[in-house]
Nanobody, 121 residues
Framework: QVQLVESGGGLVQAGGSLRLSCAAS????????MGWFRQAPGKEREFVGA????????TYANSVKGRFTISRDNAKNTVYLQMNSLKPEDTAVYSC??????????????WGQGTQVTVSS
């Protein structure tokens, strides 16, 4: 069982930046591909992006490509989501997940509790 705890959410003005962190309890963290998802009020959960276990490859949703960057530090059991040029439509609860790839698609196995990001116009 992998326990994940997100931090770094908050309120930011449009055009601003935030960096989310997701710390894992599991010492085998480095074996897991990691993903970020978000869910806005009244909407379904949306894939934001993912990173391979060694950090060599990242994938992003078109809606965040060029603005968001996922990275990881396996020595610290932590994955990050750097969010730049934030827009009001980025407002959501952001959650990280540990998972695996299936047919080149990230599949979540374990979830964090989420952190709120609010972007004001």
């Amino acid at each position: 069982q992998v326990q994940l705890v997100e931090s770094g959410g908050g309120l930011v003005q449009a055009g601003g930046s935030l960096r989310l962190s997701c710390a894992a309890s599991e010492r085998t963290f480095s074996r897991y591909p990691m993903g970020w998802f978000r869910q806005a009020p009244g909407k379904e959960r949306e894939f934001v992006g993912a990173i391979t276990s060694n950090g060599g490859t990242t994938t992003y949703a078109n809606s965040v490509k060029g603005r968001f960057t996922i990275s990881r530090d396996n020595a610290k059991n932590t994955v990050y989501l750097q969010m730049n040029s934030l827009k009001p439509e980025d407002t959501a609860v952001y959650s990280c997940a540990a998972g695996h790839y299936q047919l080149r698609r990230f599949v979540s196995d374990y979830w964090g509790q989420g952190t709120q990001v609010t972007v004001s116009s």
